[in-house]
């Protein structure tokens, strides 16, 4: 968590132990646990540890103003809330609170739980940005997140890989940054604090030689104009959530030749990406970036309003479909 560090050993065996004092709690296959806690190890260890029980995670980022986290906490239907004593007043409810901390749970044995979960159980909740009203839920189940980070070309996995955690927890592509790392392998250092940090970013970056980037399109440019060092050990860089900015991808393409450049689409309804492009390096920006072409097992398709397929060059609706 930029500090300290653990293994996956000492990962799985502090998350066993949280995971079977909570199914002794109740905690079980089809649940929801609200996770309240600020990003850093803990913080990973209860969302493996409320997976392991069978139970989806629903993530509650602190710096949500108490009544959003109300809110979102009833639209759910949480059962469960992990937090710390310092957060557990600020979300009261009819739910059963957990504030043990993992080292408080050692009369709990290390082995895995071996709790049954199948792939169209719900994985995680998640609320969209709530940027046309209401915030809505999201319901993500364990295919349609293992769908979008394995077996897929674009995402690059290996122990050798090194990740950096940095987008809100209530952003979907903060499950590539965390699963994307930890379902390969590879190393993923979590970010202090709730929101990326520019200058904290690079930093960290090249401290612990991060390898992939996921970063919004606005972050990208920053960073690309004034932390560029960011990028010194980075071979794969995203730009996603707005409009890929092709001068910005080309000037980062000239500090750092050889490195790629993915440019990512999706709403949140399709975990993460629906359509990713490689952006090919040139002598001169792009006119535009396109979105790209859908990931293995999903699709995408131009209709026009009586949902006949569109011919190229046609302007109609996007329509999305298949696992995400």
Known sequence: DGERR???????AAANRWARHLSSRGLGRGDLAGVLLERGI????????????GAAHVLLDP?????RLRAAA????IRHLLTRPSLAGRLEGPWTVHTE???ELLSHGPGNPGLPVAPDDPACLMFTSGSTGRPKAILSSHRNLVSTLIGQPYLPTGPDQVYLQCSPVSWDAFSLELWGGLLHGGTVVLQPGQKPEPALVAELARRHGVTTLLLSATLFNYLTDEHPEAFDTVTTAFTVGEAASPAHVHKLQRLRPGIEVVNGYGPAEVMIFATT???EPGERPHPAIPIGTPLVDKASHVLDPRLNLCPPGVTGELYLAGEG
């Open 74 to 77: 009833d639209d759910a239907g």
């Open 6 to 12: 653990i293994t996956y050993a000492e990962l799985n």
């Open 63 to 67: 710096d949500f103003p108490d009544e």
């Open 42 to 53: 803990r913080f990973a260890t209860a969302l493996l540890a409320v997976l392991k029980t």
């Open 101 to 103: 901390a993992p080292g």
């Open 277 to 279: 492009h490689t952006v």
